[in-house]
């Protein structure tokens, strides 16, 4: 009797199970039906069907998208808006770009809202092979550094113009320096010495704030991959293939991603996400064009990244004469902000009083001490940013520094 009361417990139960699971498929069947009628009735070109992340409960679907826009800044810097470049392609995908692939791997971020740590890694990888040139290696930086390190996020969501500004910055190590964890965890749990095996980009901008389709597909060709984000909406999750447009559902949060390519033929952008490989088509997908002027706002806050650009200097005046009493004269210096540069006397009797500073513009204050020897010309040089300015002494010409200038302080 016991034995028979225990199986008939046990039967209830596995019945009971069985019934939810049951109940819950027909929901997830119903609501995949609803999205797909609503896909025919805009005549859109997409198919929905039960994925990896529409199947999660909903909390665990706004971790997917919960990324935060950026707040503009003084400093931030924008690529000049330019006309559809001349000779464009119809298309192009960096995964086979002249039969080269120029795209890591897809990731999975997991249930921490680190979809901006993994877009902004994603560009970095990709630039990383588009410098170094090696097409199809499958490089893999540590997002869980930018999770964990860089102060742009959390598992609770983040920003990519910080994330952005940290690889520029710092950079990011291999993926064996901080494996992903998902979790917030401890920039005292990375390898010591990480920054040394950091990569970092010269510089990046933004290529727009709003959505720009002539913008965005410029800066594909011109910098390859971009990092940019947009609003999700509940049909996204179901997404399987064909070229996504909104069709149904209510708003659930912003996500970031990698733009890899365009398409003119079918008006669509190509699209790397960070769900897994096991979503849309293996990992990726296509969205119209028309998503970057309605409510999904695709392209937002596109960003790409650059190499360092080469330093240059202004350097003025050249050369400049003293009288046989010496005296003191400034060297102006102008550079780009990031540009290093240092002022070195190349004569005992010539002395650096005080440089302003030592990247970007500035100016060297120096004297010149009087000469042992009056009516005796005598020249030596001062060099600065790399390039020489002569100072002569002792010549008679009109073009002295006696007089000019002040020492530092004076």
């Given at each position: ?120 890694t994603a560009a970095l ?64 749990t990375a390898a010591a ?205 009109n073009n002295t520094a ?9």
């Amino acid at each position: 009797m016991k034995r028979t009361a225990s199986s008939r417990v046990l039967f209830v139960a596995v019945a009971a199970i069985c019934g939810l699971l049951f109940a819950n498929g027909l929901a997830f069947a119903s609501e995949v039906d609803d999205i797909n009628k609503a896909i025919k009735e805009k005549k859109a070109k997409w198919v929905a069907g039960e994925t990896s992340v529409s199947k999660l409960p909903y909390s665990e679907q706004k971790l997917r998208a919960a990324a935060q826009k950026p707040h503009l800044k003084n400093t931030d810097t924008f690529l000049a808006a330019e006309p559809p470049l001349a000779g464009a392609p119809l298309g192009v995908d960096w995964r086979n770009y002249n039969g080269l692939n120029y795209v890591t791997p897809v990731r999975n971020q997991g249930g921490c809202a680190s979809c901006w740590a993994f877009a902004t890694t994603a560009a970095l990888e990709s630039f990383f092979l588009r410098q170094e040139n090696l097409p199809g290696q499958n490089e893999d930086f540590a997002e869980q550094v930018l999770v964990s390190c860089s102060g742009a996020g959390t598992c609770g969501g983040g920003y990519i113009d910080q994330a952005s500004s940290f690889i520029r910055d710092t950079g990011l190590p291999p993926e064996m320096d901080y494996y992903y964890t998902g979790t917030n965890g401890s920039c005292a749990t990375a390898a010591a010495g990480w920054q040394q095996a950091a990569y970092q980009i010269g510089s990046w901008s933004y290529v727009c704030v709003s959505p720009s389709v002539t913008a965005i597909k410029n800066a594909l060709v011109t910098y390859g991959p971009l990092v940019t984000m947009y609003q999700v909406y509940q049909d996204f999750l179901s997404y399987k293939s064909g070229i996504y447009s909104y069709a149904t559902g209510s708003y659930l949060g912003n996500h970031c991603v990698l733009i890899v390519g365009y398409d003119d033929v079918g008006q669509n952008f190509i699209v790397k996400n960070s769900w897994g490989s096991g979503w849309g088509e293996a990992g990726y997908f296509k969205i119209a064009y028309s998503e970057c002027g309605n409510g999904v706002q695709f392209g937002e806050y596109t960003i790409a990244y650059t190499p360092q650009v080469a330093c240059s200097y202004g350097i003025s005046p050249k050369s400049q004469s003293f009288t046989d009493a010496g005296g003191v004269a400034t060297i102006t210096v102008t550079a780009r902000a990031d540009c290093s540069w240092s002022a070195v006397s190349n004569a005992s009797w010539i002395t650096i009083d005080q440089v302003t500073a030592s990247q970007g513009n500035g100016t060297v204050y120096y004297s010149v001490a009087p000469n042992p020897t009056p009516g005796t010309a005598r020249k030596g040089s001062i060099t600065v940013a790399t390039q020489s300015v002569t100072v002569s002494q002792g010549t008679t010409t009109n073009n002295t520094a006696k007089g000019r200038g002040k020492k530092p302080g004076k």
